[in-house]
């Protein structure tokens, strides 16, 4: 199923959250009832909604809160769309993509929500007509090249492994390959090569450099990131 998989590739993407977000993170209170949800228990992901729900009524502002909460309204617009409710779909979608917008507005600084939207952003954007599609890649690049600069200028980015160097680059590279920029796609390729030789995005780097093409699985990965 083409839905479930891009939402399985943004639960991987998630990762890179992780490497830079505070000790005390939102999305360990969610992200395993989102993570169950996204692959069918609709009562885990009634209950992480409900948490998000819960922290917004506290504080309406709180980011990640709305990102999480915004993502799920994503996905179940995704399920309402597969069923042929277009109606309730375009609603959701709306709403959630309103409220992650929010959260980016709210917290421009945050990896914890930057990437959430990006992520999701660019596996959305698969099943979408170009036009819908290219508008939503863009915004995922501002998301990722926005995390990137952050990263770099507070010295994280160097201090990351090959995994979560790696999977920012690809989302960087693919993205402005898909979009049709492809010196800007080589330039995030080639850095990934050089940055983060043992990422399982490598190889398929090397392949874009080599004929300008990516394999067919482009955009799943490494399953065990989510622990």
Same mark, same amino acid.
């Given at each position: 199923?083409?839905? /479930?998989?891009? /939402? @399985?590739?943004?639960? @991987?993407? /998630? &990762? ?8 005390? #993170?939102?999305?360990? +209170? +969610? ?15 009634? %209950? ?17 809160? @709305? +990102? ?33 917008? $929010? ?9 914890? +929500? ?18 819908? &599609?290219?508008?939503? /890649? ?12 952050? $990263? ?12 979560? %160097?790696?999977? @920012? ?16 796609? #080589? $330039? ?15 190889? %398929?780097? #090397?392949?874009?450099? &080599? ?17």
């Amino acid at each position: 199923m083409k839905y /479930i998989a891009w /939402i @399985l590739s943004w639960l @991987l993407s /998630i &990762a890179l959250a992780a490497a830079t977000q505070a000790p005390e #993170r939102f999305d360990f +209170v +969610v992200r395993t009832d989102f993570f169950a949800g996204f692959a069918g228990d609709e009562a885990r992901l009634a %209950k992480g909604m409900e948490a998000c729900e819960r922290a917004l009524a506290v504080n309406p502002k709180h980011a990640e809160a @709305l +990102v999480w909460h915004g993502s799920g309204l994503a996905y179940k617009a995704g399920m309402a769309f597969q069923r042929g409710d277009r109606d309730a779909g375009m609603e959701m979608w709306t709403r959630g993509m309103s409220e992650m917008d $929010q959260a980016v507005a709210l917290a421009p600084d945050s990896v914890g +929500v930057r990437i959430p939207r990006g992520a999701m952003l660019l596996q959305a954007s698969r099943n979408m007509p170009p036009p819908m &599609a290219t508008a939503l /890649i863009e915004k995922a690049l501002d998301d990722y090249e926005h995390t990137l600069s952050l $990263q770099s200028a507070s010295g994280v980015f160097a201090t990351l492994g090959d995994h979560p %160097k790696g999977e @920012l680059l690809f989302g960087l590279a693919e993205g402005f390959s898909r979009v049709g920029k492809a010196d800007k796609a #080589r $330039q995030y390729f080639e850095r990934l090569v050089s940055d983060a030789p043992n990422s399982g995005q490598t190889p %398929k780097a #090397r392949q874009w450099l &080599a004929n300008g093409t990516l394999p067919p699985s482009t955009g799943l990965g490494c399953v065990g990131c989510h622990k």
